[in-house]
């Protein structure tokens, strides 16, 4: 059985770059097929990766003999061990990951005691006890990002991941892996695809993609009723199956904006934080029959329904999504809580854990070019960092550019909101760079500072893709400087920070 590889699994099993894979490829060194290459082909493209003593290369040859062995000797036998030993991979996994949170989080304890047992209370006692609540709720939040950014890139998970049933789309060709602990259309999202979907619960009939090959098991009962026609063409719901074996599905999935409907739906706050007094990070929970259909970068239209949280008028204002479509019962934005934003006071004001608001949307064609194959940078300038940071997260699912350079600029430290986020993805992936600009300046200095930033590290811009989400006038200011930089026009994309701080001239 030789198994057939997409160029990033290829490139994550033996330990290369994927630029290192294209570059066989380009050589004739290695055949491609479809996008993907096959395992005797790679061994022999690389011969080095067979001379390692046990190379993870052998360990999945061999785990690949045993399931088709079990196989032979009783399908259901084998996949029910197959189920076992995935469920234990993922339980050791995570013991290993809660242990090493518990520790932190008694080292943070531990920490707090000596903090507290330190404040003078003969001084300004309330200054020091805030002090120290806004010290333990950014250590918090540390520990929170820092769990959402376990590397994932250790060689059993790799294997385990190699191991999964492989899901193949057509008409697209897009590839993903299922595991038994999602269905179909969450496996989907979190690789980044934009198939079509609705209630997330078997009753729309939104998602239902026809199986043309492989196995599925129901996960869910489900009240969507298929036609006779339907069902003799093999058509079934990815919201409530899971894969059982490699499978190919076809279904449509959004090529662009344009393809995605607008949609109302409400959702309920799930968290509110306010960072250094500057921005409120709210996330929301949409209700669970509703999901916000979106691609990541657009954004939508909050609505404060009236009488909510005392409010006396309804309040709308548009934000950009900061999370990506991959975590749908999720939905993150970042509100500016300066004065001139009437939104963010009101969010301060009547806005609170578990309130109902609505939303309209999503808008706005500010997403990633998926077909591109040039590196991406991008660029956001304070609050614009939310579409940004759901348009990065989208890259990473897709794992499709071979770099990510990230340039975000503030007027002060202070106001880099998300520092801790942008570090950890710096250190967790090694095709990431990330680079904080803070200049006090006016906005034909701020251009020209990112030219020299972008110049010196990247020499010439040519190959890249530009992700910009800044006011309106330091975009504009960018565009000239950019083209005679060699971006060509088609490879830059900008977004008008909404109600976001604009740079005072
Ligand atoms: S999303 Fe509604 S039935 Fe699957």
Not at 400 to 410: P, Q, R
Request: glycine share 4%; net charge negative.
């Amino acid at each position: 059985m030789d198994r057939h590889l997409s160029l990033s699994q290829a490139a994550r099993l033996i330990g290369v770059k994927r630029g290192d894979i294209q570059k066989k490829i380009q050589e004739n060194k290695l055949k491609v097929m479809e996008g993907t290459v096959t395992l005797l082909d790679l061994k022999k493209a690389f011969p080095e990766a067979q001379y390692e003593d046990n190379t993870m290369l052998e360990k999945v040859e061999k785990f690949m003999r045993d399931a088709v062995h079990k196989m032979a000797q009783s399908e259901r036998e084998g996949a029910q061990i197959d189920a076992l030993s995935r469920r234990l991979v993922k339980m050791n996994q995570e013991l290993a990951d809660e242990r090493k949170h518990a520790e932190k989080m008694e080292e943070l304890i531990y920490a707090l005691k000596h903090r507290l047992m330190a404040i003078n209370l003969g001084d300004n006692p309330e200054h020091a006890l805030n002090d120290c609540k806004d010290w333990f709720h950014a250590e918090v939040r540390n520990l929170e990002i820092e769990k959402m950014i376990t590397p994932i890139d250790h060689m059993e998970q790799q294997i385990h991941q190699f191991m999964l049933p492989h899901v193949r789309l057509l008409p697209s060709r897009h590839d993903f892996t299922s595991d038994k602990s999602e269905t179909l259309l969450e496996s989907a999202l979190r690789s980044g695809l934009a198939v079509d979907y609705g209630c997330n619960n078997g009753k729309c009939g939104k998602c239902k993609a026809k199986l043309l090959s492989g196995k599925v098991e129901k996960t869910a009962h489900q009240d969507y009723v298929f036609s006779e026609s339907e069902k003799a063409q093999g058509y079934i719901l990815t919201c409530s199956n899971w894969a059982i074996t490699d499978i190919t599905l076809e279904t449509e999935e959004a090529v662009s904006a344009d393809d995605i409907p607008l949609q109302s739906i409400t959702a309920k706050v799930k968290k509110l934080q306010t960072i250094n007094n500057h921005a409120i990070i709210m996330t929301l929970r949409p209700l669970r029959s509703q999901r916000l259909r979106f691609l990541a970068g657009q954004h939508i239209e909050l609505i404060i329904p009236e009488g909510s949280g005392g409010s006396e008028t309804e309040l709308q204002a548009e934000y950009s999504i900061a999370s990506c479509p991959c975590e749908p019962s999720t939905l993150e934005f970042h509100i500016p809580v300066n004065d001139q934003s009437n939104f963010g006071q009101a969010i301060i004001k009547h806005v609170k854990a578990n309130d109902t608001l609505k939303l309209k949307g999503p808008y706005g064609s500010f997403v990633l070019d998926e077909d591109s194959p040039n590196s991406l940078i991008f660029v956001a300038w304070d609050t614009g960092f939310a579409p940004i940071k759901g348009l990065i997260e989208h890259a990473m699912s897709l794992d499709n550019a071979d770099t990510i350079h990230l340039y975000w600029i503030t007027r002060k430290v202070e106001e880099n909101y998300l520092e801790n986020l942008c570090r950890s993805w710096n250190n967790a992936l090694d095709n990431f760079t990330y680079t904080p600009i803070v200049l006090e300046s006016k906005t034909d200095v701020v251009a020209e500072s990112l030219i020299k930033h972008l110049h010196n590290e990247h020499k010439h811009l040519l190959n890249f893709d530009l992700y910009i989400s800044a006011p309106g006038h330091l975009n504009h200011l960018l565009k000239p400087l950019l083209l005679a930089n060699g971006v060509k026009p088609e490879n830059m994309h900008f977004e008008s920070t909404f109600h976001g701080d604009e740079i005072n001239d």
